[in-house]
């Protein structure tokens, strides 16, 4: 793939013709790699460290000469899936690889693809939370290059972009989780407050807003604010993804996980995916369990943890953010 495509770029007798079979041709190849990526995954998630050793001597040299930035973007947010997956899953035995492969995904957080930041930002994460102290070094150029990723694709309406800024906004929380001590929590937690809630990656949505309900839970002082000053923002939070629901088949929105549906490995396929409210999902039929952005797991913590705040907040504290919600969102928190 790598070789016809550089190909392709010198020869003048490339045409539209010519582009067409060969984007058939590439489609045919990047399915063979991407189920090849599938199965390893697979692999790697059930032998976890023993895999290790097969990876370091028979898989590394394959996958490193395609981390570079140059690679095909398909085939570089592929190989930086695979690594992530070694990450996540390989413990200690992965430790001595952490700087290669931090390099690398640090630098994909700047790609052009879509695809390649989604993973790179998945990557961060999971290394902020498996890697311990040998990530502190890469930790704050990682979190200036999510923030300033978010910030610019805010307003970008493309899913594919949405994903991986849903996963660049699930890798600072678990930074400021897992690194506490290498952030400043009064700036970081209230800027991620802002971002939320998630909307295209279900999984990562479904991960995320259940971290804000342990966050609350816990009274986490910069997530609640100075005097609960945040309470208002964090219950329109929960009441938007109550009542945000994404198109589905929801199987095609599981595909941003490679097809691993609700295991942890890496996000290698962004699915095609359409956020809508609550009145469209009830016409669609569809199951609401199976298309929200809360897990039913989810659901039962945030109705205790409503409860909580009701009976331990001071009452104008509490009627003062509920005022603040517009009738469909109070709705959608009282039907829990």
């Not at 200690?92 to 995904?105: R, T, Y």
């Not at 005097?227 to 945000?244: D, P």
């Not at 929105?253 to 691993?260: I, K, P, Q, T, Y």
């Amino acid at each position: 793939l790598m070789t016809q495509h550089h190909e392709n770029q010198q020869d003048e007798d490339y045409d539209a013709e010519a582009a067409l079979q060969q984007t058939e041709n590439d489609e045919l190849e990047e399915g063979v790699f991407r189920s090849m990526i599938d199965s390893i995954g697979w692999i790697v998630k059930i032998q976890k460290a023993a895999f290790f050793p097969i990876f370091q001597t028979h898989l590394l040299p394959f996958i490193a000469p395609l981390l570079e930035q140059k690679t095909v973007p398909m085939l570089r947010g592929q190989a930086i899936c695979m690594i992530d997956d070694i990450i996540e899953h390989c413990g200690d035995a992965a430790q001595e690889l952490v700087p290669l492969f931090l390099n690398h995904l640090v630098q994909g957080l700047e790609d052009p693809s879509p695809s390649v930041i989604q993973a790179s930002a998945y990557g961060i994460g999971v290394s902020a939370e498996k890697c311990g102290a040998a990530f502190d070094p890469f930790c704050q150029n990682a979190l200036e290059k999510l923030v300033h990723l978010i910030t610019i694709s805010a307003n970008v309406d493309d899913d594919e972009v949405g994903a991986a800024r849903d996963n660049a906004i699930s890798a600072v929380a678990k930074i400021c989780l897992s690194r506490e001590g290498a952030v400043d929590a009064a700036k970081m937690w209230p800027m991620w407050l802002s971002w939320l809630p998630l909307r295209t990656d279900v999984l990562e949505a479904r991960d995320v807003h259940a971290r804000l309900i342990s966050l609350v839970d816990s009274g986490n002082p910069h997530v609640l604010g100075a005097e609960y000053g945040n309470l208002a923002l964090i219950l329109k939070v929960f009441a938007t993804a109550l009542c945000t629901f994404v198109s589905g088949p929801f199987d095609a929105a599981l595909m941003v996980r490679g097809m691993f549906a609700s295991d942890s490995l890496c996000p290698c396929v962004v699915a095609d995916v359409v956020v809508f409210d609550l009145s469209e999902a009830e016409e669609t039929g569809e199951d609401d369990e199976d298309m929200t952005l809360l897990s039913d797991e989810a659901k039962t913590q945030l109705r205790e943890l409503l409860a909580k705040l009701q009976t331990q907040l001071p009452g104008p504290v509490v009627q003062g953010a509920w005022a603040t919600l517009s009738a469909e969102e109070q709705h959608g928190l009282s039907q829990l």
